[in-house]
């Protein structure tokens, strides 16, 4: 079974199948409905759902395994986008060299950030961290202007010198990123009474290289590699008074969640191919690290888990205006419609930063282990308790 136990190898299978069935599985709600508006179906949004799974994955190697805090991890997006569109731009338009070139790059830089910022460890570790993704983003943003365009971003263009491309289609255009011709914007969208299923190209491509991603996490938490890293975050200080060097093992798994960092860095350009410097700010850093603590830091789904739930929240929850408000409270009297939207209005829209920080205070507060704790306890509560007969025959002693 792939060399998983049963029990990864069921979990890999139920990953894939939701990534499968994702656009039916998000979109419950008809599409002429008044709750459509909750449907996260959709290329775009769907494809963010996976592309921020990998990056959290990533991130979960280094901080869920060993407990080293990085607050610079965006700084490896942004490197694999900026590398995935240079690719765009002088060689060919097909996704996987600038796939290849996101990882291989982001690879490399993180072995320099992570060479000098492990020599460190606790809060000195998370400001270098943090330090060197601010020094990327401002280099990004103002001083390499001519690799990077600046606060304007780097984008592809009609005078892009492609080796193995056409600069513009026939009809004066610039060229789609593609698979080996299969265009990364293709959809095929299906109509089932009154729902609408759209079903992507790109999304399956970045669900195939989440599933690759998931299932060598899988491999590094079970492997003696993993366990090592286990040790580190449990005692460090005791692995040197064993002889054992713990700082190759956990640069390895900087280097490793770098790479994972510029995949999604690269995944994000081949659906988009444009790059600005806000990938590499600290505020992204630090979305990874909510992804993370609020699926569950240290296991395999929860990292996943977390980045759909923030996704879903800026990217649905966010749309809910005062407009929307109203017509779901409109069955009311006036005054009472008028106070509800008041009381609500501050949560939803632009305020739903103040939501998601609501929860995720209750999730730190009551479930520790994020949203699979939370799952765990609720599938607890359906297992089968023994049966009353069951209870007393055990209460007997043998002498009775």
């Known amino acids: 079974m792939l060399g998983l136990g049963r029990k990864d190898f069921g979990l890999l299978v139920i990953v894939a199948l939701l990534t499968l069935l994702a656009p ?4 419950p709600f008809p599409s002429d409905s008044s709750l459509a508006q909750f449907n996260a179906g959709y290329p775009d949004l769907m494809q963010r759902f996976v592309i921020f799974g990998i990056f959290a994955i990533g991130f979960n190697i280094l901080f869920g395994l060993t407990g080293y805090l990085s607050f610079g991890h965006a700084a490896f997006l942004g490197v694999g ?9 002088l060689l060919t338009m097909n996704v996987i060299p600038a796939i290849i070139l996101s990882v291989l790059i982001a690879g490399v830089f993180s072995l320099l950030i992570g060479y ?10 998370s400001i270098l961290t943090l330090a060197f993704a601010q020094m990327s983003f401002a280099l990004a943003y103002s001083v390499l202007t001519p690799i990077t365009n600046g606060e304007t971003g780097l984008q592809i263009a009609l005078d892009d010198p492609r080796i193995l491309g056409v600069s513009q289609t026939a009809d004066g255009s610039i060229p789609v990123t593609h698979l080996f011709g299969l265009e990364m914007r293709a959809t095929e969208v299906v109509n089932m009474g009154p729902w609408q299923f759209q079903f992507s190209a790109g999304y399956y ?7 690759i991603a998931f299932y060598l996490a899988i491999r590094i938490f079970r492997s003696p590699f993993g366990m090592m890293l286990r040790a580190v975050k449990s005692n460090q200080q005791r692995l040197y008074y064993t002889g054992l060097n713990a700082r190759p093992y956990t640069l390895a798994a900087f280097v490793i969640s770098g790479m994972y960092a510029g995949l999604a860095g690269g995944l994000l350009a081949a659906m988009d191919p444009l790059a600005g410097a806000e990938r590499m700010q600290w505020t992204a ?4 690290v909510l992804m993370t603590i609020l699926g569950g830091a240290g296991t395999l789904i929860g990292p996943v888990l977390g980045a ?11 749309k809910i205006n005062d407009n929307v408000l109203h017509g779901w409270f409109a069955f009311l ?16 829209g632009k305020g739903w930063h103040l939501t998601l920080g609501l929860l995720f205070m209750a999730v730190v507060i009551f479930l520790p282990g994020g949203l699979v704790e939370g799952g ?19 209460q007997h002693t043998p002498a009775e």
């Open 333 to 348: 009297p006036d005054g009472i419609e008028d106070a509800l939207v008041a009381v609500v209005h501050p949560f939803i």
């Open 81 to 89: 986008s900026y590398a995935a569109v240079w690719m765009f731009k």
């Open 116 to 125: 000098i910022s492990l020599r460190r460890s606790g809060i000195y570790f």
């Open 205 to 211: 491509l970045c669900a195939l290289l989440m599933l």
């Open 24 to 27: 039916f599985i998000l979109n």
């Open 308 to 318: 759909g739930f923030i996704k879903y929240f800026e990217n649905i929850f966010s």
């Open 285 to 288: 850093s630090g979305e990874v």
């Open 376 to 394: 765990q306890r609720i599938a607890r509560l359906f297992r089968r308790k023994p049966a009353p007969d069951t209870e007393r025959a055990h």
